[in-house]
């Protein structure tokens, strides 16, 4: 049983680019949150997914967005990159949104921003 | 004030050492609470869920939660080298506590276990 899959693991960009980040989720499981993590620093939510739509955000700007395919995959998009961008960017699956449910976090990809 | 404090370490124990980790929160909404470890440039691991307020046991590990303390810690027995990694509490409101969103982390405790 596949777990939590995310891709590229890598990626460098530069200032005012834009990446697109990518997360197939843990089998069986329906709601896709994403997080970021500074170095040395705790995971922060950035949003959740869930039947294709956004239901929870946390305190990113509009330049964070995303998106649920109705595989129940999704992808992360940022846009006019920051240097201060540069953080794992996780990808947790879980089954339901409610807040209760025990989220499975991916591998993770590495985004450097130069 | 953060959501949730975890003291960074680093915290070096010797192997076979009982290791205590711990986190304080400020918001009572909490009531679903996880410890996750996180080897370095690997994403986290799940290792115990509890709800509301007690212990949970699982192997070497257990979870208590005090929330009129609004405390929670992790307990390793027999620590191992292997045990040596990044350990990041993490919170939950769920929808029943009026906030269904994502997790609330702690900054995490970083352990070495000396062998």
């Known amino acids: 049983d596949a777990g939590v899959t995310q891709s590229p693991t890598h990626l460098i960009k530069t200032r005012g680019q834009q990446v697109t980040l990518r997360c197939s989720p843990k089998?069986?499981?329906?709601?896709v949150s994403w997080y970021q993590q500074a170095l040395g620093q705790g995971p922060q939510f950035i949003f959740q997914y869930y039947e294709e739509e956004e239901r929870q955000r946390g305190n990113f700007p509009d330049r964070f967005s995303g998106h649920q395919f109705p595989n129940y995959s999704s992808e992360l998009n940022v846009n006019a990159l920051l240097l201060g961008d540069s953080a794992l960017y996780l990808c947790?699956?879980?089954?339901?949104?409610?807040?209760?449910?025990?989220?499975?976090f991916g591998p993770g990809t590495r985004l450097l921003v130069l | 004030q953060k959501e949730v404090e975890q003291d960074p370490g680093p915290l070096s124990v010797p192997e076979g050492a009982i290791v205590s980790l711990n986190c304080t929160y400020s918001?009572?909404?909490?009531?679903?609470f996880m410890w996750y470890r996180q080897y370095s440039r690997k994403g986290p691991e799940l290792l115990m869920y509890?709800?509301?307020?007690g212990n949970k046991e699982d192997g070497r590990f257990t979870a208590q939660v005090d929330k009129s303390s609004k405390y929670i810690s992790l307990f390793i027995r027999d620590s191992q080298p292997s045990d040596s990694a990044t350990y990041l509490c993490?919170?939950?409101?769920?929808?029943?506590?009026?906030?269904?969103?994502?997790?609330?982390f702690g900054k995490g405790t970083h352990l070495i276990i000396q062998p």
């Open positions: 993490a919170m939950s409101a769920g929808e029943s506590g009026g906030g269904a969103d994502g997790l609330t």
């Open positions: 089998s069986g499981h329906d709601t």
């Open positions: 918001n009572s909404a909490f009531q679903y």
């Open positions: 509890t709800y509301s307020s």
């Open positions: 947790a699956s879980s089954l339901g949104w409610a807040g209760e449910e025990t989220q499975y």
